[in-house]
């Protein structure tokens, strides 16, 4: 399986990528957003703000972009540490965010790749993480595509079956 999401990786890396060792932040923050439900203008607002904020493009590699999807993988363990630090009515630093990153996966966040991040999700400006700007941002992508607004699920969907089945049978 780990082999089977490393090839993802590496196919999504590669069409951004074009044979070059590295991406642009700004093609990062593409892959980032790709699966996530935001309009047009939202969707603009926040590469807009990355172009507006980064100046140091020197790119992101493929082990730099492996290791932030595995924390991303992570990302329960990730939101469960964020939203401590919402009832606490505080947003997360980047030393912060690195730190618990590196509790969730074992790895490290290029410093770059955190300031990528922060370009990208700190709505304000303020060098600081809410709840609200990353994470539901990045439960969206988790779905890749494949989140469901059907109620249709569970028990639900088991006695919509049940009840077409019987409709049938007669």
Known sequence: MLHLQ???LELE???FARG????????????LLR???LDTDQYDMYLDRLLDRIKD???ITFEEFYVFCQFLNNLEDFSIAMRMYTLADRPISKD???RAVKICTGT????????????????????????REFIAIMKDRLHRGFKSYAKNEGWEAFKTCIKQEMKSAV
């Open 57 to 59: 493009t020197r790119g």
């Open 108 to 131: 490290s966040l290029s410093p770059h790749v955190v300031h990528t991040v922060f370009a990208i999700f700190d709505d304000n400006g303020d060098g600081l993480l809410s709840y």
């Open 13 to 15: 890396f590669s069409e």
């Open 20 to 31: 070059l060792p590295t991406i642009s932040e700004v093609d990062f923050a593409k892959i």
């Open 6 to 8: 490393t090839e993802v």
């Open 35 to 37: 699966y996530t439900y």
């Open 96 to 98: 912060e965010f690195h």
